[in-house]
């Protein structure tokens, strides 16, 4: 029945079908138990006789500390919302949206004018009682609230409460929130109505199983109008199985288990996986995000690295040197061998970087010469220091006479080995081994001028990652939100193209429920069923790979 744009007779289990991993519907995983699936089927032996409901009745009062005639069993939870908009004639009804959309869906099938009051992201959903009118004669309002996940507490509702007016409290998840802290089962307010249903903890949507915890009288008129047997003999057979101190321990273990498996499944949505990821999945070298769900990426921030091959910044850090490249500095202080040759008429200017010399060759003050014939040690001279010392029996090549090295102009921008200017303390680089062999395509070829370097040379590109090396950072997240306290077993996220992102998720395998199917949400909403790791973690890798 479409209102206002919304199907409220859409539920999680339309979203789900054969092949899907059911993440619409909030049913806990391997559910029912195998003690309860056996108490169902002793109670076919009875089949032949009608249901009486007089046991479970007791059963659930035990279990709650009330007595026998504040409890109605249903048939779940939907056939309170009808049973109420039965027996009860409000003039002005209000649901609290967005939430569950069986009760307005029933009020207005029975001819009610309801109107709505809408919680929204800007107060994480959480509800202000004076947003109520005070002329609201019948409230309903879900805690914690499908699909928001968000758990009211239990002084904000008792604020709802006025004389002549039915406040109407959807428990069905109350039971995933350890210690039901905020429950308003045995509260004494007048007019209050607490619906609660056994589907979700215990795996009982195909059985029905539910019930109404009111006031004696309250409890009389929703009586009134419903059928006789409504619950079958297996459903009432449970209904007591799942009453018992053993499965309201069963119960506690269970959403203590959803607060952890909650808490991971809304990290893996928030935080793309990297390394150190508690998920099974490790991001290389990633590309900047491409998909239409993902945020551009940002711009990269003053003195952040400098992409490969890109032009150098002044005062810029200078990438590193290729594997087995030659270290050209040499520590200070080094004693010059005695046999070191200086090229004769080697042309120089203080202070100036110029192309190496050759190996093991001492240079004047502050001056590099040009690298000599292969396997020479490619070794520029600080200022006043010389070069390590030279073997024994290691002879120094001449350099012809002839061979000026080119002066380099003033201000000419170097090499990424360029000495550092004399205002800027210059860190120690770590000695070259004598007789090192300078890369093949590095050597200058005998009498060769080595040209200067032209200015704004570019950086020398940075080596390619190794294969699966980690990129140092990861990816920037999707616009992943979630709001208030999720309390309940499922988690609501706001995403772009969510709609896409959804049909996108169901082509590889995984069921998720539309936000837009509640009123006060809109398309880039998505509903999350929480489910053990295992599943998970098999759906955040589908969810990044699609995200980018």
Not at 130 to 147: C, S, Y
Not at 507 to 530: E, H, N, Q, S
């Amino acid at each position: 029945m479409p209102v206002d744009g919304f199907d409220l007779d859409h539920h999680g289990d339309l979203e789900v079908g054969d092949g899907l991993v059911d993440l619409a519907v909030n049913v806990r995983t391997g559910t029912p138990p195998p003690w309860l699936l056996d108490e169902i089927t002793a109670s076919l032996t009875d089949l032949a006789a009608y249901p009486r409901a007089d046991a479970a009745t007791a059963a659930v009062a035990a279990r709650h500390n009330c007595d026998p005639d504040q409890i109605l069993l249903t048939a779940g939870a939907a056939e309170a919302f009808v049973l109420i908009a039965r027996a009860f004639r409000p003039r002005h009804p209000v649901v609290v949206h967005p939430q569950f959309t069986e009760p307005e869906s029933a009020l207005r099938s029975a001819g009610h004018l309801v109107d709505r009051v809408i919680l929204t992201p800007d107060n994480a959903f959480t509800l202000d009682p004076n947003d109520i009118p005070t002329d609201a004669d019948l409230v309903v309002i879900g805690n914690p609230t499908n699909p928001t996940s968000v758990l009211h507490p239990a002084d904000t509702l008792r604020e709802l409460a006025r004389p002549e007016r039915i406040l109407v409290v959807d428990e069905a998840f109350m039971d995933a929130v350890p210690g039901e802290p905020d429950s308003l089962i045995g509260a004494q307010i007048p007019g209050l109505v607490v619906i609660r249903s056994l589907t979700k903890t215990w795996g009982l949507a195909g059985l029905r199983v539910g019930y109404v915890v009111a006031a004696p009288p309250l409890i009389e008129q929703l009586a009134a109008v419903q059928p006789h047997w409504p619950l079958s003999t297996p459903a009432l057979a449970a209904a007591i199985a799942c009453s018992t101190p053993q499965a309201t321990a069963e119960a506690l273990q269970a959403a203590q288990a959803f607060e952890a498996q909650r808490t991971h499944l809304l990290t893996g949505l928030t935080t793309p996986p990297y390394a150190g990821s508690s998920t099974p999945i490790l991001y290389a070298d990633s590309p900047a995000p491409t998909s239409p769900y993902a945020e551009p990426p940002a711009p990269t921030p003053a003195n952040a690295p400098t992409p490969a091959n890109a032009p150098t910044p002044a005062n810029a850090p200078t990438p590193a040197n290729p594997t087995n490249a030659v270290t050209p500095a040499t520590p200070a202080n080094a004693v010059t061998p005695a046999n070191a040759v200086t090229p004769a008429n080697a042309a120089t200017r203080a202070n100036v970087s110029t192309p190496a010399d050759p190996a093991n060759a001492a240079t004047g003050a502050n001056v590099s010469t040009p690298a000599d014939p292969a396997n020479a040690a490619n070794l520029a001279t600080p200022a006043n220091a010389a070069t390590p010392p030279t073997p024994a029996n290691a002879a120094t090549p001449a350099t012809p006479a002839n061979a000026a090295t080119p002066a380099i102009p003033a201000n000419a921008a170097t090499r990424a080995t360029r000495a550092t200017p004399a205002t800027r303390a210059t860190p120690a680089t770590p000695a070259t081994p004598a007789n090192a062999a300078t890369p093949a395509n590095a050597a200058t070829p005998a009498n060769a001028a080595t040209p200067a370097p032209p200015a704004n040379a570019a950086t020398p590109a940075t080596p390619a990652h190794p294969a699966n090396a980690v990129d140092a950072t990861p990816p920037p997240p999707p616009r992943v939100r979630s709001y208030g306290v999720p309390r309940a077993p499922f988690v609501l996220v706001q995403v772009d193209g969510a709609d896409q992102l959804r049909e996108d998720l169901r082509r590889r395998g995984f069921a998720v429920r539309r936000g837009d199917t509640f009123p006060g949400l809109g398309p880039d909403w998505l509903r999350i069923a929480v489910r053990p790791e295992p599943v998970t973690d098999a759906f955040l890798k589908v969810w990044w790979d699609l995200l980018g």
